[in-house]
Nanobody, 130 residues
Framework: QVHLVETGGASVQAGGSLRLSCAAS???????????MAWFRQAPGNEREAVAA????????YYLPSVADRFTISRDNANNTLYLEITSLKPEDTAVYYC????????????????????WGQGTQVTVSS
């Protein structure tokens, strides 16, 4: 079973920046670069929301339109790691951020549907103060 661990969440002031990381392990018949990776977030009282996804080789990226100008997803396949860089943080970015993996490429179907992802991390908390 693929195991994902997020790190990098913190409490920061509005306007600041963060870099979240997701370390992946536990591959058997497949390699890390066979997986589409994505970041989701969930604030208290809200549904889990997809914010970004990236193809296995890192050649294509997908974003929630409302965050596309501030969020950057990337991956380091040599080290089985996924990243999310966030700039100009806003209070509405406050949430638990999760990474997830899927064998389905994001350009087929709805990449933001959480049901297509079969592996999830435990989440890392991001808190943004005004």
């Amino acid at each position: 079973q693929v195991h994902l661990v997020e790190t990098g969440g913190a409490s920061v002031q509005a306007g600041g920046s963060l870099r979240l990381s997701c370390a992946a392990s536990g591959f058997t018949h497949n390699r890390y670069d066979d997986y589409c990776m994505a970041w989701f977030r969930q604030a208290p009282g809200n549904e889990r929301e997809a914010v970004a996804a990236i193809t296995g080789g890192g050649g294509a990226k997908y974003y929630l339109p409302s965050v596309a100008d501030r969020f950057t997803i990337s991956r380091d396949n040599a080290n089985n790691t996924l990243y999310l860089e966030i700039t100009s943080l806003k209070p509405e970015d406050t949430a638990v951020y999760y990474c997830a993996s899927s064998r389905q490429p994001p350009y087929i179907g709805d990449w933001s549907d959480p049901t297509r992802y079969n592996n999830w991390g435990q989440g890392t908390q991001v808190t943004v103060s005004s």
